[in-house]
C-alpha cells in the first residue's frame, strides 16, 4: 500500500512554470524512481550549484524512493520554504506533498504542520473553496492519525461548509463521528454523501458500519454485502468483506431450524 502512495506522491509532482533547468529537472525527478541512489548524486550536485527549489523538491522525491524518510522530509520543507522565498507560485503544492510524503513516513504531525502551511496561503496564493476543503480533508486523516479527532472534525466540518458538492469529507465526517458514538451527525453526513455519490463502495461500507453500530445486523449484511459485490478490488470492498467475514463467524455454525429454542446453557 505504501508503494501505491509513493508512486501517487511521484505522480503529482508539482512542474515549476520556470525551473532553473527543466531538462535536468525531468530527467532527476524520473530517475528518482529507477535509481534513487543517482537520483540523489544528481540533485546533490546541482543544489551546490546553486539550483533553487527544483533540486531540493528532487532530493526528497528521490530520499522518499530510497525510504529515507526523515531526510526527505527535511528538504520536502526545505524546498516548501524555498519556494515561498522565491515567490514561484509552487509552495501550496509542495507543502501538500510533503504532508503525503510524511503520512508515508508514519509522521501524522508532520503532516498537519506541512498542511498547516499552504492553509496560511504563502506568498499571498489564492485557494478555491474546494481547494482549501480538499487540504483541510488531507489534515483532517492527518489529525485522526495524530490522535486529534475533534481537530479532525472540526477541519471536515469546515471543508464541507467550503465546498458541499464535495463527497469525500462528508463521508469521512461520517466515519469519523460514527467513531466517535455520534450516530445522528453519522447518519446525517453519510446522507449527504450518498446523494453525492450512490453507488459508492465507500458509503456502502459505512451505511453498514453506521447499522452495524446500532444494532441493525440485517442492514449491516446487506451494505456490506453490497460494497464487497460493487468493488471487491477497494479497500472498501475488501474492508466490507472483512466485517462480512467477522459477522459470520459469530453466528452458530447450524442454523436453528424454524420454531427451535436455543439449547438451555448448564
Not at 528538504?75 to 515561498?84: I, L, P, V
Request: hydrophobic share 50%; net charge negative.
Amino acid at each position: 500500500m505504501k508503494h501505491l502512495a509513493l508512486l501517487a506522491l511521484l505522480a503529482a509532482v508539482p512542474a515549476w512554470s520556470a525551473p532553473s533547468d527543466p531538462t535536468r529537472y525531468a530527467a532527476c525527478i524520473e530517475l528518482a524512481a529507477k535509481d534513487p541512489a543517482r537520483a540523489m548524486q544528481m540533485a546533490y550536485a546541482w543544489r551546490i550549484e546553486g539550483g533553487g527549489v527544483a533540486p531540493r523538491h528532487c532530493l526528497a522525491v528521490a530520499q522518499m524512493h530510497a525510504r529515507h524518510h526523515e531526510a526527505a522530509l527535511k528538504n520536502y520543507e526545505a524546498a516548501g520554504e524555498a519556494s515561498e522565498s522565491a515567490r514561484d507560485g509552487q509552495a501550496i503544492a509542495l507543502w501538500r506533498q510533503a504532508a503525503d510524503a510524511a503520512m508515508i513516513a508514519e509522521q501524522p504531525a508532520d503532516a498537519v504542520r506541512f498542511l498547516a502551511r499552504a492553509l496560511a496561503r504563502p506568498g499571498g496564493a489564492e485557494l478555491s473553496p474546494r481547494a482549501e476543503a480538499d487540504l483541510l480533508t488531507t489534515r483532517a486523516a492527518a489529525q485522526v492519525a495524530a490522535g486529534k479527532p475533534d481537530l479532525a472534525m472540526a477541519d471536515l466540518t469546515r471543508a464541507t461548509t467550503l465546498s458541499p458538492e464535495y463527497f469525500t469529507p462528508w463521508l469521512l465526517k461520517a466515519t469519523l463521528a460514527r467513531r466517535g458514538g455520534d450516530l445522528v451527525t453519522a447518519e446525517a453526513a453519510l446522507l449527504k454523501a450518498a446523494a453525492l455519490a450512490p453507488d459508492s463502495a465507500g458509503v456502502e461500507l459505512e451505511a453498514g458500519n453506521i447499522a452495524a453500530a446500532k444494532g441493525d445486523t440485517a442492514l449491516a449484511r446487506q451494505a456490506w454485502e453490497a460494497a464487497a459485490a460493487d468493488a471487491p478490488d477497494t479497500p472498501a470492498g475488501q474492508a466490507a468483506a472483512a466485517a462480512l467475514g467477522r459477522m459470520n463467524a459469530a453466528l452458530p455454525e447450524k442454523p436453528l431450524t424454524e420454531g427451535a429454542l436455543p439449547a438451555t446453557p448448564r
